[in-house]
């Protein structure tokens, strides 16, 4: 079984341009959360999604950061305007159910690099 | 939301047990605990859950008291492959669901 799928592996951008993060869910995973990964820290969760709709997204910067997920399947994070800040590791996880707890299955994340 | 905490970092030898201890004092009485194992490089992956008592599968057991105010880890016989870092997380699957994690626990095995 595939397991979850993000694109591209690493980007590097100039500040004050736009950048977006693309994941493919593990078959049949109806919750999808997008994480960031700061260097020596732990994730931190950005966004949730049951299926299309965002349940939590109290973690995500609005003025710059939006995602999506169309059909309920795929998701893309973007950012615009970058900031220097915004260098860390994005990660994506999805889970069978709520109901699964804590059993999320992660992607090998998204290094990006703001210069 | 139960915050845990853990030990920052730990070294262990090869072929040792290590036992990495989790404490969440204001654990609800919904909350699970679960354990994710994150290499350099890679997302976290799932290692083990529990409520109660003693849950084991093939990579670990997890310890849990009664008062499930802490947690134990316990990773039998470590290999070199076994450093990573180990985060401990408690949640519950109600409205309002997130899932925190914290630094994690540094885990350096030696030869």
């Known amino acids: 079984e595939a397991g979850v799928v993000q694109s591209p592996r690493y980007k590097i951008i100039e500040k004050k341009q736009p950048v977006a993060f693309w994941c493919n869910p593990i078959s049949g995973h109806n919750t999808l959360y997008w994480y960031r990964q700061n260097l020596g820290q732990g994730p931190e969760l950005l966004i949730r999604y049951e299926n299309e709709e965002a349940v939590d997204d109290s973690q995500l910067p609005k003025d710059r950061f939006s995602a999506e997920r169309l059909k309920g399947v795929d998701s893309t994070l973007k950012i615009q305007p970058a900031e220097l800040g915004d260098s860390a590791v994005y990660l994506c996880?999805?889970?069978?159910?709520?109901?699964?707890?804590?059993?999320?299955?992660f992607g090998p994340g998204t290094r990006l690099t703001v210069t | 939301l139960a915050k845990t905490t853990q030990p920052i970092s730990m070294d262990s030898y090869e072929g040792q047990e290590v036992n990495i201890t989790c404490s969440h004092n204001?654990?609800?009485?919904?909350?699970?605990i679960t354990w994710y194992q994150q290499f350099p490089s890679q997302g976290p992956r799932f290692i083990i859950q529990?409520?109660?008592t003693k849950v084991t599968n093939e990579v670990a057991s997890l310890f849990i008291p009664a008062d499930r105010k802490s947690s134990t880890l316990s990773l039998p016989r470590v290999s070199l492959s076994d450093t990573a870092v180990y985060y401990c997380l408690v949640g519950d699957n109600t409205g309002g669901f997130k899932t925190i994690f914290g630094a994690g626990t540094r885990l350096f095995v030696k030869a």
């Open positions: 204001n654990i609800a009485t919904n909350d699970y």
């Open positions: 529990g409520y109660k």
């Open positions: 996880a999805s889970s069978l159910a709520t109901w699964d707890m804590n059993e999320q299955y």
